[in-house]
């Protein structure tokens, strides 16, 4: 794997808290990228296979742009690799929450006091299934599935809104009487197929809209408009399409605010609706809650039995009954974290995930193990006391959401002395509308804030990679005020001012900054988050719901270990310019370890073709591991 070299290197670092570093293998590799899907060999990176590695010298790692994927090490050889990408990291403490993200939250917490439900269908949920698309019969077999998987998914989940969905029936079939009343009485006939109509619940949005315009129009108080039908609209296009012009007369104005009067006058007569008055206004039918009683009460609109209820039943107040819906409905969110392992109950929504999102054909428990469940990373347990090591220890570990008891996203990170480092999460695609990838950030992000203060080294959240030439991957610097890694100096460098250095050249000397001001355009410091920009430069959502897309949550590509150990021709334009620098890499030779200095003196006479290709070999490893690591680190000779 290792370019054309002769040797393999084992590295062992002895010492310290959390055992030994044990790294082997180094070498590069050229891949096919998984970001900008070239047919060609275009990836090129560092590459390190670990048997164990000290949480300490991992981040040391993580600050010169390696990721890790199960046990191999990897970094972008940023000149030549076609993908740059630059080691992301936010400083927990200084995050600005946007408006986008703040509606996630908020999204969340109302799917959990039972506000808002998961639409029904497709698993990937990208759109509500129960909708009916433009091109969809009003009665086709699809739209009649929809309708049925969701009464009974919220009859299994949620029995208290059974009841409002047979009161949202009954309205709707109130309705379709009035219109065979007005329509269907021989004028039109039988040939003539109208439309069914559907009664829908007034979005709180929508509603406060609605009250606003009206008490600016009339003042004084309004009713409260829970329900609304459009199906005039529908009436008046179907009846214009299926009669000649001459019969238009006969049925007099055909415009829907006058069918929306009529179908009103006509379910008057039939019998009023007990608890609601129902008005024609602008073309629909809109029903107003006439008393304070819950909707969810309504079982029938008998008008009799609705009246007796009426005049025997208590008043509710509306923070009771928004209890008790509350109480009715509410979900609980759980959250753990366990040391890396294998689980089957993961393993089994690991597998939905990558199926339907990522859209794999097969996915197996080796790879899983080997991608998210093997870690070189030595666990350091925490010591009562000791506020150096967080109550979870360092090391790898897996962060479990349950809603109900039932796991819904799995993030697998590093805890390291410095950073909590995410790299992967999978989550139910049934849950998607949630927005999982961006909430358990934020929840992440949250949690090395709180765990700071038992242990104040850890105060940063690493995002893994930012990809500036892949808008899939962009996302990470909607996460504000974050910083990106200069892959020369390995200076932190804030991105606001990275960005227009991007911008130019998708390999860029992020730390040049200071000596091109003029060429840059003037910045805002870190201060308020600017929504609108973030749209633009970030590729979040302007919308409640949200195309996971967008929001893609691999920190890391999944290696695959006969792809890691293709090698390439030797590249020899790369000699050993200062032997100083390698000189004091310690190797292993027949259990002994031992100086590149000593070597010769140590082993006898080495050839000098043999001599160049490991001096090359070492100098390359010291160049991007660093001199600090390399010197405390074990080199083995195969």
Request: with cysteine; proline share 5%; net charge neutral.
């Amino acid at each position: 794997m290792a370019d054309g070299a002769s040797s393999s290197g084992a590295v062992a670092a002895g010492g310290g808290s959390g055992g030994e570093s044990v790294v082997i293998d180094y070498g590069r590799r050229r891949t096919t990228c998984g970001y900008c899907r070239s047919t060609s060999s275009t990836s090129i990176s560092h590459g390190l296979w670990a048997n164990s590695l000290k949480a300490d010298d991992y981040q040391a790692l993580l600050d010169r742009g390696w990721r890790r994927s199960g046990s191999f090490l990897y970094k972008p050889e940023m000149e030549r690799t076609c993908c740059p990408s630059y080691t992301i990291r936010l400083k927990a403490s200084d995050f600005i929450c946007s408006k986008e993200q703040d509606r996630v939250l908020k999204r969340m917490q109302r799917f959990l006091d039972g506000e808002l439900d998961p639409p029904v269908g497709s698993p990937q949920c990208k759109t509500n299934p129960t909708k009916r698309s433009h091109d969809e019969p009003m009665n086709s077999p699809t739209s009649k599935v929809s309708r049925v998987l969701a009464y009974e998914y919220r009859t299994a989940t949620c029995p208290s809104l059974v009841k409002e969905d047979e009161f949202i029936c009954c309205l709707s079939s109130k309705i379709n009487k009035a219109i065979e009343m007005c329509f269907q009485s021989g004028i039109l006939g039988s040939d003539v197929q109208l439309p069914k109509a559907v009664v829908k619940t007034v979005k709180p949005q929508v509603k406060k809209k609605v009250v606003e315009a009206a008490q600016k129009n009339k003042g004084g108080t309004v009713q409260d408009l829970v329900y609304t039908c459009n199906i005039s609209f529908q009436l008046a296009a179907a009846i214009r399409r299926a009669l000649p012009e001459e019969k238009h007369a006969v049925l007099g104005d055909l415009s829907p605010n006058y069918i929306a009067e009529k179908l009103v006058s006509t379910m008057e007569h039939d019998g009023a609706i007990a608890g609601f008055e129902v008005k024609a206004c602008n073309g629909h039918l809109n029903f107003y809650s006439a008393t304070i009683q819950a909707v969810q009460n309504h079982t029938s609109i008998d008008a009799g039995a609705e009246a007796s209820d009426k005049s025997t039943s208590p008043k509710q107040s509306p923070k009771n009954r928004k209890n008790a819906r509350h109480n009715q409905k509410a979900r609980k969110l759980e959250f753990s974290i366990t040391r890396s392992h294998f689980d089957p109950e993961e393993f089994a929504l690991y597998e939905r995930y990558q199926t339907k999102v990522h859209k794999e054909k097969t996915v197996t428990e080796s790879s899983y193990k080997r991608f998210l469940v093997d870690t070189p990373i030595v666990f350091v347990p925490p010591v009562s006391g000791d506020n150096t090591v967080p109550p979870c220890g360092f090391g790898s570990f897996h962060q479990q959401y349950r809603i109900d008891g039932k796991l819904v996203a799995v993030g697998v990170v590093d805890i390291l002395p410095k950073c909590l480092s995410s790299k992967y999460l999978f989550w139910d695609p049934d849950l998607a509308f949630l927005s999982l990838g961006k909430y358990t950030a934020l929840k992440e992000i949250d949690w090395v804030k709180t765990t700071q203060r038992s242990c104040p080294s850890l105060q940063y959240y690493y995002l893994g990679y930012y990809i500036h030439s892949c808008n899939k991957m962009r996302y990470k610097a909607a996460y504000r005020p974050s910083e990106l890694l200069c892959p020369v100096r390995y200076e932190w460098v804030r991105y606001d001012v990275a960005k227009p250095l991007l911008d130019k050249n998708l390999y860029s000397v992020l730390s040049d900054f200071s000596t091109m001001q003029d060429e840059i355009p003037q910045t805002h410091t870190c201060g308020p988050y600017d929504e609108s920009s973030a749209k633009n430069d970030h590729c979040e959502s302007p919308t409640d719901e949200d195309d996971e897309d967008s929001d893609y949550d691999e920190s890391d590509m999944m290696v695959d270990e006969d792809m890691v150990r293709s090698e390439s021709n030797a590249d020899t334009s790369e000699d050993c310019s200062d032997i100083s620098e390698i000189e004091n890499v310690i190797m292993i030779l027949n259990s002994s370890r031992v100086k590149y200095k000593e070597l010769q003196s140590v082993v006898g006479p080495i050839e000098r073709r043999h001599l160049s290709e490991l001096e090359r070999q070492l100098s390359r490893y010291v160049k991007v591991v660093g001199k600090e690591l390399s010197d405390r680190m074990v080199y083995s000779l195969s």
